[in-house]
């Protein structure tokens, strides 16, 4: 699934899943975890342990940054993301040569390494390196980021999942917005995440209005329309 060699400019849907489907967050302590990995793991340079440094300075409840570390310089612009149980989405751009390979493995061995000191694990819990597709066109770019923050999201919806969520486009709505673990609400004006670069995709999408409308018109044709426009761009759940 992966193609490369990306080049600076690139724009990349990646995945990581759980090894054998299994879960990978359990609780909210893991999921805001995943949160500060995005925020803090994203930098060139990198602290021997960027966990304690952000505990000795009370900034494990904040997405600031300790104030002995040097100002951020990016590996990559995070464009969107979504977290669920056993696995996650990620929409980048590749902004320094082997960023995005850089981060993903980052993200991948600090994640394993939180889950198996709290939960007394071993090894990765990952199933193999990440997967990923490059984006091609700005019309897959659009169905792309409905599918990352509002399809996955959606399928998270605690009455009834998509299904649930397609029935009830507005109530479902209300509820993804708020949900903390996905870039949705960031997108449509509840939230200011320093995690993510809007880049062209904030030019993409210039209204919330504008992306919401996309969005519900992407949900209520899924199956004969995104997947369609989509076609190979997007990595399945299964």
Known sequence: MRKEPYTVGSIVHAIKRGARGLEIVLDGGDRW????????????????????????????????????????????????FTLLD???????????????????HRLGTSMSKQFNDRYDGKGSIFQGPFRSVTVESDKQLRYLAVYIMVKNTFEMYPDGGLSGALTDFEKAWQWAVEYPYSSLGD????????????????????????????????????????????KDMILEDH
């Open 33 to 80: 975890r995943f949160l500060l990995m995005l925020r803090h793991l994203n930098d060139v340079y990198q602290s021997k342990n960027w966990f304690r440094d952000i505990w000795k300075e009370d900034l494990v409840e904040t997405m600031e940054r300790p104030s002995f570390w040097p100002e951020q310089e990016k590996l990559v612009h995070i464009l969107a």
């Open 86 to 104: 056993n696995h996650f989405h990620l929409l980048l751009k590749e902004i320094k040569d082997g960023g995005i390979t850089e981060f993903m």
């Open 187 to 230: 997108y449509v004006g509840t939230r200011n995440s320093p995690i993510l670069d809007k880049d062209i995709l904030g030019e993409v999408f210039t209204t919330p209005e504008q992306f919401k409308d996309f969005a519900k018109d992407s949900m209520e044709h899924y199956q004969e329309k995104m997947k369609t426009n989509l």
